[in-house]
């Protein structure tokens, strides 16, 4: 490995480490919001970034936590792009993101996101993070944050929210 | 490619995305009940978010050092370029979800045609907010059945909302001289050949909601040459106080 490639590969090892503010279990990795680590001709490690919501408040705390991270591992030059170039989606969560999202208690999306087509689906059904049931019930559509929506077992009678496919 | 055509035409549409967002959040504290006032809060920071790209990339267009913030906060109601539509009084909660699922379908037929602009940032910028309007639009059209072919008391207000907003309905797609341009370079489509696309998305709606045009008609227009209704300056007076009061201060 060259010592580009050494470099790039330990800002991706310390990105495991820079978590979503409102799901701590979830790195900046498992939800697929890093599109790319690069040296460039300066000299500069450029770290592509690309937003999960257009209005999602974390983006701009994450970009200063990408910074603090790599600088604080001796990585600097160091600059942050948010990249808009591929929108993101569900699908580049990771299977092991989706799983540690679970075991918190926030049900992972279901399905792929490319199904969703022309219309948005918030069906009943949503397997309960708590007991497996797939006896639930959408209560509200926007939840704690814009990206999940509110359902209720009715099972363990336990309320639960649902990271909705986008 | 005529930079100054098309920082306007982003201008006119994060504008829109902006205010509407304003009117939005003056429903948080206040709605109906819990679920509605976190959705409508959540639907407008989409629509913030939204808005702070349209802007960004407007300033970027334009090319005079102009961010998100400086645009936002220091135009006045004159250089604004939002629809009517968007700075109308929320009005009761029925009239708030007509406004809202008029300018849905607006956005997502919009967005969508625009996906395919040859300008990729605003191609990227389309795409995305496609996917979020979407669940707005669900949002949208759900309360409006419910409240349409709910009680009589429920679509009697629907239809007054109705009555209230059509008229600013004549704008949503107007193509300016200087936008013709944008046009032949296939950065935006065709805004003329959408008035008739957004209709045939709303009417099988409107007959299935047991609704009916007023008889005034669509004829307000003039946002995007800054002719506003008296409203838009107390949402700016609003929105704008604090950096005015402290110009150029940051958190």
Not at chain 2, 19 to 35: D, M, N, T
């Amino acid at each position: 490995m060259n010592r580009i490639q050494h470099v790039e590969q330990q800002c991706w090892d310390i990105l495991q480490q820079v978590c979503d503010p409102e799901i701590p279990v979830l790195s900046v990795l498992d939800l697929g919001m890093i599109r790319g680590v690069e040296l460039n001709a300066t000299q500069e490690v450029v770290v592509r970034l690309t937003p999960t919501y257009s209005g999602c408040p974390a983006t701009d705390l994450l970009k200063a936590e990408i910074e603090t991270a790599l600088m604080a591992h001796d990585i600097h030059p160091v600059k942050v792009v948010v990249d808009l170039s591929e929108v993101w989606t569900t699908d580049w969560m990771t299977d092991s993101g989706k799983e540690k999202l679970r075991a918190y208690g926030i049900a992972p999306p279901q399905g792929s996101a490319q199904l969703c087509g022309t219309h948005v689906a918030l069906q009943d059904g949503v397997p309960c993070p708590c007991c497996n049931s797939q006896h639930t019930q959408l209560l509200s559509e926007f939840s704690s944050t814009a990206c999940k929506a509110l359902y209720r077992c009715q099972d363990c009678l336990e309320p639960f929210d649902y990271f909705k496919c986008i | 490619m005529n930079t100054k055509a098309l920082s306007e035409f982003l201008l006119h549409i994060g504008d829109s995305q902006l205010i509407l967002s304003h009117r939005l959040a003056e429903w948080c504290g206040h709605a109906p009940e819990l679920e509605l006032d976190i959705a409508m809060s959540n639907i407008g920071l989409d629509l913030l978010g939204q808005a702070r790209t349209a802007l960004s990339l407007a300033g970027e267009v334009e090319g005079l050092g102009r961010d998100e913030d400086r645009l936002a906060y220091f135009r006045t109601e004159r250089e604004y370029r939002n629809l009517l539509l968007c700075e109308q009084p929320n009005g009761d909660f029925a009239q708030t979800i007509v406004r809202q699922w008029l300018m849905d379908h607006y956005h997502a037929l919009l967005f969508a045609a625009l996906s395919n602009s040859t300008h990729a940032q605003l191609s990227a910028f389309a795409i995305k907010s496609l996917k979020e309007v979407k669940y707005h639009q669900r949002f949208s059209s759900a309360w409006m059945e419910r409240l349409s072919l709910g009680t009589q008391e429920a679509h009697d207000k629907i239809q007054q909302g109705l009555n209230e907003l059509w008229r600013f309905t004549a704008e949503l797609f107007v193509l300016t001289a200087e936008e013709q341009q944008l046009v032949d370079a296939h950065i935006i489509p065709d805004l003329n050949l959408l008035p008739q696309r957004w209709l045939e998305m709303i009417q099988p709606e409107l007959t299935r909601f047991e609704l009916e045009l007023p008889q005034t008609g669509a004829y307000r227009r003039g946002g995007k040459q800054g002719l506003h209704t008296e409203h838009l300056g107390f949402v700016l007076a609003e929105l704008q106080y604090v950096q005015r009061s402290y110009p150029n201060m940051v958190w």
